[in-house]
């Protein structure tokens, strides 16, 4: 078996700020995910890669940059915090298309004060 | 675009009676995917089942779910809710192409004694 494990945990930021979340796998799988959990609006896609150095937009990406170094590892950054902003982000990976299993790690719950 | 339709908020019923979480969904694949993902507070979101081909039942850990394409659904049900199963339950939609993982908004399903 394999994790996925996010840092951090919780994420407390001001304002304006750049904030920076990151995700590794040890699963070895090529396609990770970001998405953004808020109560009532379900899990929405931000940012996929389906290969190091790959990144592709979601449905949410607008205020979100990613990075995508190595194969184990997948970065978001909130480019500027927005404010009242309270959200989970959980970070996913799978090995391939169609239907195969999507892991997921626990979450970083971001609060914007 | 691709989209999941689940049965909103919250859902609320006694130990013992039957389970549906309803499941709808819209694609331009062919070739779709369903899954049913569970969400229990402070974990992981982790795959409960998985379609198979048209028509035919799937069964996991006492849930059950059909793919039905004629009608393009993946209803979840139990025939008897346990104190247990209270989580967030999301429906997700891929195909055999895309690395696009589509999840609806969610239901919390809430079991009393």
């Known amino acids: 078996g394999g994790i996925i494990t996010q840092t951090p945990k919780f994420l407390i930021g001001q304002e304006g700020q750049k904030l920076t979340l990151k995700c590794q796998q040890n699963f070895n799988h090529d396609t990770m995910y970001w998405y953004r959990q808020d109560s009532g609006k379900g899990l929405r896609l931000i940012y996929y890669s389906i290969t190091e150095n790959d990144l592709q937009k979601g449905d949410l990406s607008e205020g979100y940059d990613a990075s995508r170094e190595k194969k184990s590892s997948f970065s978001l950054t909130v480019t500027s915090a927005q404010k009242n902003e309270m959200a989970v982000f959980l970070c996913?990976?799978?090995?391939?298309?169609?239907?195969?299993?999507?892991?997921f790690g626990k979450g970083t719950r971001l609060t914007v004060v | 675009g691709d989209s999941v339709t689940q049965t909103e908020g919250l859902v609320t019923l006694t130990e013992g009676l039957p389970v549906m979480l309803n499941c709808t969904y819209q694609t331009i694949y062919s070739n779709a995917f369903l899954f049913w993902y569970v969400h229990y507070l402070n974990e992981s979101p982790w795959l409960l089942l998985r379609s198979s081909t048209d028509n035919k039942r799937t069964e996991h850990q006492g849930f059950h779910a059909t793919l039905h394409k004629s009608s393009s659904s993946f209803h979840l049900q139990k025939s008897s809710a346990q104190l247990s199963d209270s989580a967030l339950y999301y429906c997700?939609?891929?195909?055999?192409?895309?690395?696009?993982?589509?999840f609806g908004k969610g239901t919390h399903l809430h079991v009393l004694p």
């Open positions: 996913a990976s799978t090995s391939g298309t169609g239907n195969t299993e999507v892991f």
């Open positions: 997700a939609l891929s195909d055999t192409n895309a690395y696009k993982v589509i």
